[in-house]
C-alpha cells in the first residue's frame, strides 16, 4: 500500500486478502505452483540419477572420479534451482521491488539517474528470462536422461572412449555447460543487480545531501528531499525482503558447498586430476571473496551516505518536518533480523566463513 501511494505504482492493494491484485494478470498462479511442481520433479529425477550410478560397475562410471564430478554437478544444479524456487515462493516481494525500483527511476531518472534507469530497465528484463529459462533448461535435460538413461553424465569422467560413446555422452556434457553456465550467470547476475541498485541509492544520497539547494529549486520545496529519501527507504526495505529470503541463504550455502567439493576433489584425486583441475578449489575460494567484498563494501557505503543524511537534516527544520525526520532511519541490508552490514564487518564474516568450510572439510 506504501508503495502504491508512494511512487505510484498501478498495483491495486486487496485488504481483505492483503495481497496485490495487479500481479495476477501477469503471472497467474496455477502457472507458477506447476512450474514449482516441475522444479521438484526434476531434482527428484537428479537425486535418483545419483543413487542409479552409485550401483553401475566401474567400467560404466562409478569410479571415484565419476562420483566426485556428479556430486559436483548436483550442487550446481541445486544451485540454481533453488534461486528460481525462491523466486517462485518470494515473487510478489522481487517483482514489487523490480516494478517500484523502475518507476522511481522512470518519475526522476532526469535529475540524476538517467544511465542507471537504463541498466536497471535491461536488469529487470534479464530477470524475467531467468526464471522461464530454468524451466526450459530442466526439461531438455529430462528429455536426454530419458532418452540415454544408462550413459553417464560427465565425458571427463572417462579416460577412455570411443567415438560411439561420445555421441551418446556429448548432450549430457552439452546440458551440463548450460546448467553451469545458468547457476554462476544466475549469481553474477544477482550479484551485478544489487551492486548497481546500492551504486544507484548512493548517488541519490549524495545528490539529495550535497546538492539540496539546486533540487529543492527544481523540486519545489524542502519536503520533496524528505519524500525522495522516504521513496529510498522505502526501495531499500522492499530490497532487503526480497534478496535477503532469496539470494543471502542459497548463494552463501552453496557456495560454501562448492567451495568444500572443490578442496576434498582437489585433496582426494590429486594425483588422477589433469592439471587445471587443481585451479577449481582457488578460483572457486576468489569468487565468493570477490562477491562479499563487492556486497559489502557497496552496503556499507550505503548505510554511512544514509547516516550523513539524516545529519545533515537536523538543522534548521520546522516543527512537520521534523517529526517527518523522526520516521526516518538509515538504509541497512539486513542479512537476519538483527545482524546488518557495515563496511567493517567484511573481515569477521570472511572469517567465520572460512572457518566454518575448513571445519566441514575436515569432517569430510
Known amino acids: 500500500a506504501l508503495a502504491s501511494k508512494t511512487l505510484c505504482i498501478p498495483y491495486d492493494w486487496d485488504k481483505s486478502n492483503g495481497k ?33 550410478h552409485l550401483t553401475l560397475p566401474k567400467e560404466l562410471g562409478n569410479s571415484d572420479q565419476a562420483t566426485m564430478f556428479h556430486c559436483f554437478y548436483v550442487v550446481i544444479f541445486t544451485t540454481s534451482n533453488l534461486i528460481s524456487l525462491n523466486f517462485f515462493f518470494y515473487r510478489r516481494e522481487s517483482m514489487l521491488f523490480i516494478n517500484s525500483l523502475l518507476y522511481f527511476n522512470k518519475r526522476y531518472e532526469e535529475i540524476v539517474l538517467p544511465k542507471a534507469s537504463k541498466q536497471l530497465d535491461i536488469l529487470g528484463m534479464i530477470l524475467l528470462f531467468l526464471i522461464p529459462s530454468s524451466i526450459w533448461s530442466n526439461f531438455i535435460f529430462l528429455i536426454i536422461f530419458l532418452l540415454f538413461p544408462h550413459q553417464p553424465q560427465y565425458i571427463f569422467a572417462y ?19 548450460w546448467q553451469q553456465f545458468h547457476a554462476t550467470f544466475t549469481a553474477y547476475f544477482f550479484v551485478y543487480t544489487s551492486v548497481i541498485f546500492e551504486k544507484s541509492i548512493d548517488t541519490w544520497l549524495k545528490a539529495i545531501t550535497y546538492d539540496a539547494e539546486a533540487l529543492q529549486v527544481h523540486l519545489g520545496g524542502s519536503s520533496e528531499i524528505l519524500k525522495i529519501y522516504r521513496c529510498l527507504q522505502l526501495l531499500k526495505a522492499l530490497h532487503n525482503r526480497a534478496y535477503r529470503k532469496i539470494v543471502t541463504p542459497v548463494f552463501f550455502g552453496c557456495s560454501m558447498s562448492l567451495m568444500i567439493f572443490a ?79 557495515r563496511q567493517s564487518t567484511f573481515v569477521s564474516f570472511m572469517d567465520v566463513f572460512a572457518s566454518s568450510a575448513m571445519s566441514l572439510l575436515i569432517a569430510f
Open 20 to 52: 496485490l491484485t495487479g500481479i495476477k494478470s501477469h503471472f497467474k498462479y496455477i502457472s507458477w505452483l506447476v512450474a514449482t511442481l516441475w522444479h521438484c520433479v526434476v531434482w527428484i529425477f537428479t537425486t535418483a540419477m545419483l543413487l542409479y
Open 263 to 341: 578442496f576434498y576433489g582437489t585433496i582426494r584425486f590429486y594425483n588422477t586430476i589433469p592439471i587445471p583441475g587443481y585451479l577449481i578449489a582457488p578460483v572457486c575460494f576468489l569468487t565468493v571473496l570477490t562477491f562479499c567484498v563487492l556486497l559489502h563494501q557497496s552496503s556499507g557505503i550505503v548505510y554511512e551516505s544514509s547516516q550523513r543524511f539524516l545529519q545533515s537534516q537536523k538543522k534548521h527544520r520546522n516543527l512537520e518536518e521534523k517529526k517527518t525526520l523522526q520516521s526516518l532511519y538509515a538504509l541497512r541490508v539486513y542479512v537476519n533480523d538483527s545482524y546488518f552490514v
Open 159 to 177: 579416460t577412455n572412449f570411443s567415438k560411439d560413446s561420445l555421441l551418446e555422452i556429448l548432450p549430457f556434457s552439452l546440458e551440463v555447460t
